[in-house]
């Protein structure tokens, strides 16, 4: 959900977000549009992509994803600190019985690791989804499984009485 930060935007992104729950729909939408355009900010895209281009990216829990990141074109080499510091990255370690890349995926909860509240605690943090206070194992560690309303029809849409 693309919101706005007034009152009546956050709001209205509330509604919207709740619209697509009864509905059975997970998709982006766009509340801000006064500001937010579906082509984007086409001067500062031109600019961005005037110093960097996509690259492969590795990502914590879900690996290499080709061209989801970006980095500086050649002829800003002198720019980039990772060529004119080099330095030697150790491999990133995955423990074996941590599941966050399927977490991150939406396939799995939280509470279906093995390590989840056992040997990974905010306290004692072994995947990426437990390391900072903001990750989804550490955000469920704190507060739980999200609470189901009693009236809640998650599996039916309000389009199927029709």
């Not at 697509?20 to 579906?38: D, K, L």
């Not at 080499?77 to 510091?85: G, H, M, P, Y």
Request: with cysteine; aromatic share 8%; hydrophobic share 35%.
């Amino acid at each position: 959900m693309i919101a706005g930060f007034e009152p009546l935007d956050v709001l209205q992104g509330l509604v919207m977000l709740m619209r697509q729950r009864v509905e059975g729909r997970a998709e982006v939408e766009n509340e801000y549009y006064r500001i937010v355009r579906p082509e984007g900010n086409r001067r500062a895209l031109e600019i961005l992509y005037r110093v960097f281009e996509p690259a492969d990216t590795e990502w914590r829990g879900l690996g290499v994803i080709p061209n989801s990141g970006l980095r500086l074109r050649p002829e800003y080499a002198r720019f980039d600190a990772a060529v004119r510091l080099p330095v030697e990255r150790e491999p990133l370690k995955v423990h074996r019985g941590c599941i966050c890349g399927d977490i991150l995926r939406g396939a799995k909860r939280p509470d279906e690791c093995p390590l989840f509240g056992k040997a990974c605690d905010p306290e004692h943090p072994i995947g990426p989804c437990m390391v900072s206070s903001e990750g989804t194992c550490a955000a469920y560690f704190r507060y739980g499984p999200p609470k189901r309303s009693a009236t809640a029809r998650p599996e039916r849409s309000v389009h199927a009485a029709g």
